[in-house]
């Protein structure tokens, strides 16, 4: 059995509105203004599968997995697997996005877990995650993310 015990969790909080934040996670032509991705799925739904795509001319899938829970604007639970290693069920990870509106600002808390500990998979997300989360907040709160 694969060891699948680390966990990374990134809290934040952004001024805008909890519809905002989930739309900025799951509508592409959103999500590529921040991340240089688009987060792509048929409905978002339970059971329905999600990819992580470049926004190049090769519209490469980088990230796959499934939709686990979606409770919008307040919870989004998904798989989270390399495209690569789609087929070998212990790469996969899960990213819980936890919004909770605060006041006239949202609590973001991206709980990233059932990772392997010292994988590359951890070191990736331990470094990726506050850099994509902080260009989602500047994006939310003036309209342009950062360069990533």
């Not at 499934?66 to 919870?75: A, F, K, Q, V």
């Not at 951890?122 to 470094?127: C, D, T």
Request: proline share 5%; glycine share 6%.
């Amino acid at each position: 059995m694969t060891d699948k015990s680390a966990s990374f969790v990134y809290v934040t909080f952004i001024r805008t509105t909890a519809e905002k934040v989930f739309e900025a996670i799951t509508r592409p032509e959103l999500a590529r203004r921040y991340w240089g991705h688009e987060n792509v799925s048929n409905d978002w739904q339970p059971g329905s599968s999600w990819q992580h795509v470049r926004t190049d001319a090769a519209r490469t899938v980088d990230l796959v997995g499934e939709i686990l829970e979606s409770d919008p604007p307040r919870r989004l639970v998904i798989s989270w697997a390399n495209e690569s290693q789609k087929d070998d069920p212990d790469q996969y990870s899960r990213v819980t996005f936890d919004i909770e509106p605060q006041g006239d600002v949202v609590k973001l808390t991206v709980a990233h877990d059932e990772l392997q500990p010292g994988s590359g998979m951890l070191n990736g997300v331990s470094k990726g995650w506050p850099l994509v989360l902080s260009s989602m907040k500047s994006f939310l709160e003036t309209g342009q993310g950062l360069d990533l």
